[in-house]
T-cell receptor, first 113, second 113 residues
Framework: TQLLEQSPQFLSIQEGENLTVYCNSS?????LQWYRQEPGEGPVLLVT?????EVKKLKRLTFQFGDARKDSSLHITAAQPGDTGLYLC?????????????FGKGTKLSVIP | EAQVTQNPRYLITVTGKKLTVTCSQN?????MSWYRQDPGLGLRQIYY???????DKGDVPEGYKVSRKEKRNFPLILESPSPNQTSLYFC????????????FGDGTRLSIL
């Protein structure tokens, strides 16, 4: 089983602050996705990154894929209460079993008005 | 409306009584999978299916069975449920098994006494 480390596990910040969530592995990803999950619902895809060094932006969210494709980060600028939720990274590893999807344990974000 | 439908949404049952959680998608997706979500452990993949009659184990397959006789359906079977299978279960589908986005159902909360 491949391990995908996500940090921090919990994050409580004031509205307007910036934050970064990290996702790391010792193995190379063939692709990595970020999801957001609200209570009582299934995760919803935010972004997929495939190419090493790739940067994608989604409004105030910036996603970066490491050059070596072993890590990724999610940066939120000027967080708002609507950003509150559980953020999950999920990776597919290169090689055998690459159709298996491994999730990090998630970062529970609370944005206080 | 494109969706993944799981049934039941909630179930309380007893140890050893066989149960099936159904999952159906209306998007003609080839790839389907089952996850369980537990506090502190995150989302873990149980089984996945690349297409009809093609299934493979995820990270935590013990105690579960699946079948994929039709493209749209991917039931999860617990032949002899035990209390350690109490969890929140999610079914998901995607167009293919690569970096395509996973579409999740709303979850099934299963309690085994």
């Amino acid at each position: 089983t491949q391990l995908l480390e996500q940090s921090p596990q919990f994050l409580s910040i004031q509205e307007g602050e910036n934050l970064t969530v990290y996702c790391n592995s010792s193995s190379v990803f063939s692709s990595l996705q970020w999801y957001r999950q609200e209570p009582g619902e299934g995760p919803v895809l935010l972004v997929t990154v495939v190419t090493g060094g790739e940067v994608k932006k989604l409004k105030r969210l910036t996603f970066q894929f490491g050059d070596a494709r072993k890590d990724s980060s999610l940066h939120i600028t000027a967080a708002q209460p609507g950003d509150t939720g559980l953020y999950l990274c999920a990776g597919r590893y290169s090689g055998a079993g690459s159709y298996q999807l491994t999730f990090g344990k998630g970062t529970k974000l609370s944005v206080i008005p | 409306e494109a969706q993944v439908t799981q049934n039941p949404r909630y179930l309380i049952t007893v140890t050893g009584k066989k149960l099936t959680v159904t999952c159906s998608q209306n998007m003609n997706h080839e790839y389907m999978s089952w996850y369980r979500q537990d506090p502190g452990l995150g989302l873990r993949q149980i089984y996945y299916s690349m297409n009809v009659e093609v299934t493979d184990k995820g990270d935590v397959p013990e105690g579960y069975k699946v079948s994929r006789k039709e493209k749209r359906n991917f039931p999860l079977i617990l032949e002899s449920p035990s209390p350690n299978q109490t969890s929140l279960y999610f079914c998901a589908s995607s167009l293919r098994g690569d970096y395509q986005p996973q579409h999740f159902g709303d979850g099934t909360r299963l309690s085994i006494l």
